[in-house]
């Protein structure tokens, strides 16, 4: 079992950025697939970014193909969230989730998830 931490979230302008963090204790994180999925206020969980164990495979949703990266250091266990250029509309809550198999953007798929953090981008 894995636990998993978010942080890295805040307030920033539109056109910012931030890097966001998912810290895992419990498991080796290389053992684990990750993704990191937000969620809007009234909106579901959507898909943001997937990494594979080994970090050879990424796929982004295509809202943010271009302006984040998806990384992965499995000697801190740690996987990142890079993003750039924010908008408005990328105001959520992130969530960063594992799972032993490659899972892509199917939240379903994910067994384990953090709690979330905060990101807010004003116009």
């Known amino acids: 079992q894995v636990q998993l931490v978010e942080s890295g979230g805040g307030t920033v302008q539109a056109g910012g950025s931030l890097r966001l963090s998912c810290a895992a204790s419990?498991?080796?994180?290389?053992?684990?697939?990750m993704g990191w999925f937000r969620q809007a206020p009234g909106k579901e969980r959507e898909f943001v970014a997937a990494?594979?164990?080994?970090?050879?495979?990424?796929d982004y949703a295509d809202s943010v193909k271009g302006r984040f990266t998806i990384s992965r250091d499995n000697a801190k266990n740690t996987v990142y969230l890079q993003m750039n250029s924010l908008k408005p509309e990328d105001t959520a809550v992130y969530y960063c989730?594992?799972?032993?198999?490659?899972?892509?953007?199917?939240?379903?798929?994910?067994?384990?998830w953090g709690q979330g953090t905060q990101v807010t981008v004003s116009s």
């Open positions: 419990g498991s080796t994180l290389s053992s684990y697939a």
């Open positions: 990494i594979s164990r080994g970090g050879l495979r990424t």
């Open positions: 989730a594992a799972n032993p198999v490659y899972s892509g953007s199917q939240p379903t798929d994910y067994i384990y």
